[in-house]
């Protein structure tokens, strides 16, 4: 089922951006197998308790443990190789190839093989080799330093950026647009993501706009990174926080109605000089009542306010719920795969595979006989839970 259905994927164990990957594919219905250490077989699990290991973003695939270090573990997944679509790995540049799996030994035994690295700072440049974060990412690509209060430092947006968007969404994109052009070429490929690649084509419009003259390099006196009064939180009376969204004139029009403000002679809404009048009578009218009052006052008007939610309101909010937004697996609620789609919908994905948890049985599966199996059991090339 699915979008993907019929399409095999390695992904060989890591953090952030390749699992993300991964479980972008699996949820449209591509059969990954998760390549993951064998020491992680051994390891108490919590949500960060293994390498890469986490219950929402792991989920929808089988798990096998493998030693790569090992010359039968590394010519194991040569095999599988052979019958792999795509490979997912994220280690620093040279790594696979000194494992003796990287892009050329695998085209050898597969050419129509997919190869999606993901790293950093790429596959070769002065920083190609050095350890970082999405943070480091982030912080190379003139994004880090554009968000955050104007009086204080910059402030890490999570990991969303570099990780997900910029890093494992990209990376699912290069991987499925690759496997599209060897419709036509009959031949393989390798993707080369890096995230400092990712977050600077995600921020293009912000290049463009600061180039126009439209965008100022000093951080909360923009339209959209908190300086404008019409697009920012406020604080309410039950110390919650509500979103005001209301950059066009006729929503904003309905804002100043909802609060009424319409006929105190406000400075003009584009007019960056009087932002801070605006603002400090925001401030003041939100103040007045709850959260829960604000979003009922607001009534049908369209004045853009929404509540600001916690990770657990989220998942039980009617609007969410209505949707669909989050499923139920192994009684909790995680994020439904998304897009959807009207004639080709996935299954829902299974739960997260403990490490290990199916090495002999999805190696029998990809077509490895049971005594070769059995084999490397014995000398600890392969792990099961």
Known sequence: MGPLSGLRV???????????????????????????????????????????????VCRGRRSVAIDLKQPAGAALLLELVRQADALIEGFRPGVMERLGVGPDACAERNPKLVYGRMTGWGQQGPWATRPGHDLNYISMTGIAEAIGPADGPPVPPLNLLADFAGGGMLLALGILAALQERERSGAGQVVDAAMVDGVSVIAGAFYGWHDAGGWSLARGRNLLDGGAPFYSCYATSDQRYV?????????????????????????????????????????????????????????????CISPVLDLDEARSHPVNVARGVFIESAGKLQPRPAPRFSRSEAALPASAALPGEHTEQALLDWGVDQQTVAQLLDARVLRQR
């Open 10 to 56: 390695l992904e060989i164990v890591g953090l952030g951006p390749g699992p993300f990957c991964a479980m972008l594919l699996s949820d449209l219905g591509a059969e990954v197998l998760r390549i993951d250490r064998p020491e992680a077989v051994e390891q108490t699990l919590g949500s960060l308790g293994a390498v890469g290991y986490d219950e929402v």
């Open 243 to 303: 979103a005001v969204g209301a950059l066009e004139p006729r929503f904003y029009q309905q804002l100043l109605q909802v609060l009424q403000l319409q006929d105190e002679g406000l400075p003009a809404q584009y007019d960056p000089s009087g932002w801070p009048t605006i603002r400090k009578r925001f401030e003041q009218v939100f103040a007045t009542r709850t959260r829960q009052e604000w979003i009922e006052h607001q009534g049908e008007a369209e004045a």
